[in-house]
């Protein structure tokens, strides 16, 4: 099994532009969520959904969409890239709401210029 | 302020034990995690514990939980190269369970 599969791994915007990350897991997942993680900072939730046709914001919601149309698939959009928004996301799903175990993607790295 | 705090670094000699310490806000956390993240990758989670349990052992790695003073430790003993890592401590609160983060210890092993 693949596990939890992010594209893609390294990305440069320029400020004003947009882009989506990918998220699948083949583990038929019931939960799955994004994070991005900043140096010096924990982890911070930016959106999360327990199961296809639901999302709800996190701690971090501004500036990113996300849907869940299939059980295996979780795209992070960003709107209008910023400077701000410079960070390594990680996608990581479990098998149900609820629990801590939490399974990781290897994380996207982007740069806003 | 972050509600689970770390240290950010401690440096062990390969063969000693490692401490690493986490302090937490919320005593009506259900479970509290460790999670390990090496260089380039994602997180792997390496163990949790309840927050009716006093101790956990796992092979190499002790969870020591103190709930008065709300202080988790994960201990790790003959520390090896291979335990460089970062490592983070979560608690899971909220009607939701989200976690929430420490911002996490880098493990330095010296030779």
């Known amino acids: 099994n693949a596990g939890v599969t992010q594209t893609p791994k390294f990305q440069v915007l320029k400020t004003g532009q947009s882009m989506t990350l990918q998220c699948a897991q083949d583990m038929n997942h019931e939960y799955m969520s994004w994070y991005r993680q900043d140096p010096g900072m924990g982890l911070r939730l930016i959106h999360y959904?327990?199961?296809?046709?639901?999302?709800d914001q996190g701690e971090v919601p501004n500036g990113y969409n996300v849907s869940r149309s299939t059980t295996e698939d979780f795209p992070l959009r960003l709107l209008s890239a910023a400077p701000s928004q410079t960070s390594v996301y990680f996608c990581?799903?479990?098998?149900?709401?609820?629990?801590?175990?939490?399974?990781f993607g290897e994380g996207s790295r982007l740069t806003v210029l | 302020g972050e509600d689970v705090e770390q240290s950010l670094f401690l440096s062990v000699r390969e063969g000693d034990s490692s401490v690493i310490n986490c302090t937490y806000t919320d005593s009506s956390s259900t479970y509290l995690y460790w999670y390990k993240q090496e260089p380039g990758a994602g997180l792997q989670l390496l163990t949790y514990?309840?927050?009716n349990m006093d101790m956990k052992q796992d092979q190499r790695l002790t969870v020591l939980l103190n709930k008065k003073d709300k202080h988790l430790s994960l201990r790790i003993a003959d520390t090896q190269t291979g335990d460089s890592a970062i490592y983070f401590c979560a608690e899971s609160k909220g009607s939701n369970y989200q976690l929430i983060w420490g911002a996490g210890t880098k493990l330095i092993i010296k030779p």
């Open positions: 959904s327990v199961g296809a046709g639901i999302t």
């Open positions: 990581a799903s479990s098998y149900r709401t609820g629990t801590g175990e939490l399974f």
């Open positions: 514990i309840f927050s």
